[in-house]
Every structure is written in C-alpha cells, then in structure tokens.
T-cell receptor, first 114, second 113 residues
Framework: EAQVTQNPRYLITVTGKKLTVTCSQN?????MSWYRQDPGLGLRQIYY???????DKGDVPEGYKVSRKEKRNFPLILESPSPNQTSLYFC?????????????FGSGTRLTVV | GESVGLHLPTLSVQEGDNSIINCAYS??????FIWYKQESGKGPQFIID?????DKRQGQRVTVLLNKTVKHLSLQIAATQPGDSAVYFC????????????FGAGTRLAVHP
C-alpha cells in the first residue's frame, strides 16, 4: 500500500531533550515536507526537500532540523524541544514539480513538550 | 504574509443536503489549488484540485469552483453524507511546483441525520 509512515504517533517529552520523528514513504516521491498543525492556524510548513541532500526552510523552521540522506526518509529533529513546539506534526510527500494531487500525508505525530 | 483563509469555521448540514465550503485566497499569483479533507486522528486527504486556468472542476459528488476575479474558492459536496463530516482545508500553491502549499485554518463540516 502506498503510504507515508510517521513514528511515533504520540510522544511526550521534557524541555531540552533531543528527539527525532521519523518519516518514510514508499512511493519513490521526490518531494517531502514537514508541517505542523495548530488550532486556528491550519498547517504551516516547517521544512521541505526536493530531492536527496536538497532541503530548504519553510515558514516556521526555527527550532527544527531535517535531513534527506535517502529518498524515502525525511526525519524531523528537535535538538532542544520547547513547550511552544507542542503540536501535531505531519510528514508529506509528492511526486515532484509538475504533478497533480499535491501531497500525500502521513497520519501525524502528536508531540507534547513539558 | 499572504495566506489562505476560510469564511466559516463550522458548517452544519442535514444529511442529504448539499454543502458549500468557501475559501478566500490572497495571492493572485497562485496557480494551483487543492481541497483536503481531514478526519479525526488522520492526516489530510486529497479531495480535488483545480488549476488557475479553469473555473470549475467536478469529481465524484464534489465540485470545486474558482473565481479569480474575487480570489475565491469553493467546495461543493452533493448529497452530504455522515462520512463527509470532517475538517476541510483549502490550499494554494505559491510556486510553480508543489513543494509549498499554503493552507487555510480549516472549516469543520458537521452532518446531522
């Protein structure tokens, strides 16, 4: 089944403790992206990647890092999480520029930073 | 910055009625628009899209209308069913590709029997 898989689904952590949210897609998609979703704000892009080793900042990149060493994986790294990063996070992938349908989203990771 | 917005945060309809969800966008240079449906506990799911060179596109029970003059997008759902209850987002594509979608805050559709 074609899908975007995120792990974990739920995570509670303490301020300052480094964490990684993994994302993997099995559709050989070029583009991958991370979004956070907060009440009343919709989905905001954190980082995106157009191909292996090619990443760029989205609208809200502060406090996050990403890497794209392999086409299928696009982990989101929080080096020193803070409570304002408590949110619902979505990874997404798309075939690339010029294709239709936009992004395919994962099921989300609900992160709570205390 | 420019962003996509929605007129109605919550829409309640009776089962079998038609639903119309509206969206205003602010970037006249946007050339591609998508409607997503998000059910509780799940990620957004693609419903239908439309390019800026079109003003209407139909899918199965859904129609998207684009009015570039007033920068307005709408999603029409025919014969709304309980399974249509969800939050609906419109999104606009800011660049020539599909790496950057700007989402609105969402409209919750509640379908009552």
């Amino acid at each position: 089944e074609a899908q975007v898989t995120q792990n974990p689904r739920y995570l509670i952590t303490v301020t300052g403790k480094k964490l990684t949210v993994t994302c993997s897609q099995n559709m050989n998609h070029e583009y991958m992206s991370w979004y956070r979703q907060d009440p009343g704000l919709g989905l905001r892009q954190i980082y995106y990647s157009m191909n292996v080793e090619v990443t760029d900042k989205g609208d809200v990149p502060e406090g996050y890092k990403v890497s794209r060493k392999e086409k299928r994986n696009f982990p989101l790294i929080l080096e020193s999480p803070s409570p304002n990063q408590t949110s619902l996070y979505f990874c997404a992938s798309s075939p690339g520029e010029g294709t239709i349908g936009g992004y395919t989203f994962g099921s989300g990771t609900r992160l709570t930073v205390v | 910055g420019e962003s996509v917005g929605l007129h109605l945060p919550t829409l309640s309809v009776q089962e079998g009625d038609n639903s119309i969800i509206n969206c205003a966008y602010s970037n006249s240079a946007s050339d591609y628009f998508i409607w997503y449906k998000q059910e509780s506990g799940k990620g957004p799911q693609f419903i239908i899209d439309i390019r800026s060179n079109m003003d209407k596109r139909q899918g199965q029970r859904v129609t998207v209308l684009l009015n570039k003059t007033v920068k307005h997008l709408s999603l029409q759902i025919a014969a709304t069913q309980p399974g249509d209850s969800a939050v609906y987002f419109c999104a606009e594509n800011m660049a020539g590709g599909y790496n950057k979608l700007i989402f609105g805050a969402g409209t919750r559709l509640a379908v009552h029997p």
